[in-house]
């Protein structure tokens, strides 16, 4: 696949089949995710893999109803209260497999080179015909101290880039992009 068709057609994908990510696959994604540039070339990144669909609805269900508890004291999840409450909806979307991208120091710009990693890796997966969608909700869950510690990630590192991954049931339709806002500052 082309660049521009790999960035052109890659989607948020919620809908996924059960067919394994096999680990050379996996790996592909993040090795592509590695070539990502950071400033410095710091390099400010590790990947946690949970290859376990059982192991990830498991997550999330917890993260779902740690989100619950305090749906009603933030605003920004209250549009979001019905979703969570329905008995039906999985917060990690029932996918094959999970990458969780981390910033491996609290250097200032750790969190950002994290998510170009996370682009590079999104892009690949897509060249790959996978699917992906970064679940940004689920950040904060996995980055409590009792949830590092039982993925062994270190207490010091901080989840950028919760990224779950699998074969789509099908391709998302695009969505209507806003027309690129550019200034000229030198004309």
Same mark, same amino acid.
């Given at each position: 696949?082309?660049?521009?068709?790999?960035?052109?057609?890659?989607?948020?994908?919620?809908?996924? @089949?059960?067919? !394994?990510? %096999?680990? =050379?696959? #996996?790996?592909?994604?993040?090795?592509?995710?590695?070539? *990502?540039?950071? /400033?410095? @070339?710091?390099? !400010?990144? %590790?990947? =946690?893999? #949970?290859?376990?669909?059982?192991?990830?609805?498991?997550? *999330?269900?917890? /993260?779902?109803?740690?989100?619950?508890?305090?749906?009603?004291?933030?605003?920004?999840?209250?549009?979001?209260?019905?979703?969570?409450?329905?008995?039906?909806?999985?917060?990690?979307?029932?996918?094959?497999?999970?990458?969780?991208?981390?910033?491996?120091?609290?250097?200032?710009?750790?969190?950002?080179?994290?998510?170009?990693?996370?682009?590079?890796?999104?892009?690949?997966?897509?060249?790959?015909?996978?699917?992906?969608?970064?679940?940004?909700?689920?950040?904060?869950?996995?980055?409590?101290?009792?949830?590092?510690?039982?993925?062994?990630?270190?207490?010091?590192?901080?989840?950028?880039?919760?990224?779950?991954?699998?074969?789509?049931?099908?391709?998302?339709?695009?969505?209507?992009?806003?027309?690129?806002?550019?200034?000229?500052?030198?004309?």
């Amino acid at each position: 696949m082309e660049l521009m068709q790999a960035i052109v057609t890659r989607r948020a994908t919620r809908e996924y @089949n059960d067919t !394994p990510v %096999a680990k =050379a696959r #996996i790996e592909q994604c993040i090795n592509a995710a590695n070539l *990502a540039p950071s /400033a410095m @070339n710091r390099q !400010p990144w %590790a990947f =946690a893999v #949970i290859a376990n669909p059982d192991r990830i609805e498991d997550y *999330a269900c917890r /993260a779902k109803l740690w989100l619950l508890q305090d749906v009603d004291e933030k605003p920004e999840l209250s549009s979001l209260k019905p979703l969570l409450q329905s008995p039906g909806y999985s917060l990690l979307h029932r996918v094959p497999a999970l990458v969780l991208i981390l910033a491996t120091s609290n250097d200032q710009q750790a969190a950002e080179d994290c998510c170009l990693a996370g682009q590079n890796f999104m892009l690949a997966a897509r060249d790959a015909g996978l699917g992906t969608c970064w679940i940004g909700l689920a950040r904060p869950w996995f980055n409590l101290p009792a949830i590092k510690a039982e993925l062994r990630i270190p207490e010091k590192y901080q989840v950028v880039a919760p990224i779950v991954l699998g074969y789509p049931k099908n391709w998302p339709e695009p969505h209507e992009r806003n027309a690129a806002e550019i200034h000229w500052v030198d004309s």
